[in-house]
């Protein structure tokens, strides 16, 4: 049936009717927010910060292609983990800032004995610095009899603390280096 | 649940039913708040600031531990510290997460005029969609629970979406899922209900707080958000938690019986245009044709 002008306008008047009197038609589907995490590369870790070790998940935009650089752009409790089951305390859950915060601290700082702020430093300049001031502490503390003459061979002017991070093969390192300095004060919160 | 895109119950501003409305079976998810076992960690705020990636806001101090005084537009939960003083004179923390609470009944959406602005979907989730927002604020008059929070440079309100992305992939909300306490739970409305009366019930029985039960307002038709309160009977205690909150009763009588009144009053304006019409006919100008012709 071809519609005559009249019945065109009859039914555009009747459209505009209907939808001024607000029937709508269309299907009642919200479009979700997207899932940010949907397509990402995630990477099992170990949060940083205190002993209790969480796992966490890593979610780095991306399918690890060879032309992408991946970026982390979230980071939750990995339910699978048997320490966490998935939780995560304030720190944890904000580790995402610990790796794309742009106030995060990117290189070696030093505040000098009585200074009020920290100052620059080189990596070279430090761990120079670092030498020339283990050797200095080591020389002037070393005991090598106590006070009944028996040989102790103790470096008692430095202590090491190490962090809760640190694995199993870094603290073998740690003990073998400060045990051959002599360095009795020794202590880490590793449970990795 | 649904995937994807989630189908929607409710909508503001909305006239007659919505379309497929009742076609689908309903699973309404809620989460469970225990107050009882909250330590005031705040997993749960920054658990939610990462995942909706929300700008950063300055903290405020009021003598609390209490990040700021109340939710903001950008800061959708937060943990109210409210210091008690029991019978025997002894302090303790009541500790409470506020945020949306998911009315089955909501005021927000009741008073919203923006089509589309506010939605409910079908798993009771309560969802503001802000490309419909118009600003007008009417959701926050609305809401008895003071959450929709107006952004005054983007002309929105924006509140907690139950992780609505999340929960429509099959994934829980952010701030549950971090909870290292257990003091979150998040499932169906039904199971969550039959935790939390058996948690209240153990705090009645053993634990001493002889008052101690489940907050699921009627007033506003049930929420999303249901906590275990150790005192049932003063839920004010909590940071202003109100214990009979209701859908404001000038949002009621506008959307309600002066909307009806009012939609009467314009079809009889157009009956009575075109019953004028067809009895005495189109006007006619009297007078010379020079001044008929003037508007």
Redesign the interface.
């Known amino acids: 049936m071809t519609p005559t002008r009249r019945t065109f306008l009859k039914i555009g008047a009747g459209g505009l009717v209907t939808s001024v009197?607000?029937?709508?038609?269309?299907?009642?589907?919200?479009?979700?927010?997207?899932?940010?995490i949907?397509r990402t590369t995630e990477t099992r870790s170990t949060c940083p910060y205190c002993a209790v070790s969480c796992g966490v998940i890593i979610h780095t935009l991306g399918d690890k292609a060879k032309n992408v650089t991946p970026q982390v752009v979230?980071?939750?409790?990995d339910?699978d983990h048997p320490i966490?089951r998935?939780?995560?305390?304030?720190k944890?859950?904000?580790l995402?800032?610990d790796i794309v915060n742009p106030r995060r601290l990117m290189k070696p700082q030093v505040r000098r004995p009585g200074s009020d702020h920290w100052e620059d430093i080189s990596w070279d300049a430090a761990i120079d610095e670092i030498g020339h001031l283990i050797k200095k502490t080591r020389d002037e503390t070393f005991v090598t009899a106590d006070a009944q003459g028996r040989t102790v061979n103790r470096c008692e002017g430095i202590a090491f603390n190490g962090g809760c991070t640190d694995t199993n093969e870094f603290n073998y390192l740690v003990v073998k280096a400060m045990r051959s300095l002599g360095v009795c004060y020794l202590e880490n919160q590793a449970r990795v | 649940m649904s995937t994807?895109?989630?189908?929607?119950q409710r909508?503001s501003g909305?006239?007659?039913p919505?379309?497929?409305?009742d076609t689908q079976r309903r699973m309404q998810v809620a989460k469970l708040i225990d107050t009882t076992t909250c330590i005031g960690?705040?997993?749960c705020?920054?658990?939610c600031?990462?995942?909706n990636?929300l700008t950063f806001r300055d903290t405020v101090f009021e003598n609390s531990y209490q990040t700021m005084p109340e939710t903001a537009w950008n800061y959708w939960n937060l943990i109210k510290f409210n210091e008690h003083q029991r019978d025997d004179g002894s302090m303790m923390f009541l500790m409470r997460k506020d945020q949306c609470m998911h009315c089955a009944d909501p005021g927000c959406l009741a008073a919203c005029p923006a089509e589309?602005a506010i939605?409910q979907?079908q798993n009771g989730i309560v969802?503001f969609?802000q490309e419909y927002c118009i600003g007008c604020q009417y959701c926050v008059t609305g809401c008895p629970f003071n959450i929709p929070k107006f952004n005054s440079q983007t002309k929105k309100v924006f509140k907690c979406?139950l992780c609505?992305?999340?929960v429509?992939?099959g994934?829980e909300p952010?701030c549950i899922?971090?909870?290292?306490t257990?003091c979150l739970h998040f499932g169906t409305k039904d199971d969550m209900k039959e935790l939390a009366e058996t948690r209240a019930q153990q705090l009645r029985e053993h634990s001493g707080y002889a008052n101690a039960g489940v907050y699921d307002p009627a007033g506003v038709g049930g929420t999303g958000v249901i906590y275990v309160l150790h005192d049932i009977t003063n839920p004010e205690a909590y940071g202003g938690l109100p214990s009979n909150p209701r859908v404001p009763w000038t949002v009621r009588i506008w959307k309600g019986p002066l909307k009806w009144l009012g939609n009467l009053a314009m079809i009889g304006g157009l009956i009575g245009v075109t019953m004028h019409y067809l009895r005495y006919g189109p006007k006619h100008v009297n007078g010379s044709g020079e001044e008929g012709g003037r508007p």
């Open positions: 009197l607000g029937f709508d038609l269309r299907p009642a589907y919200a479009q979700a927010r997207e899932l940010k949907s979230h980071v939750e409790g339910p966490n998935g939780t995560l305390c304030p944890g859950s904000s995402l800032q | 994807g895109a989630l189908r929607i909508a909305h006239a007659g919505i379309p497929g409305e960690c705040k997993a705020e920054v658990a600031l990462e995942w990636d589309n939605v979907y969802d969609q979406t609505s992305d999340r429509g992939q994934l952010a899922k971090a909870c290292p257990g």
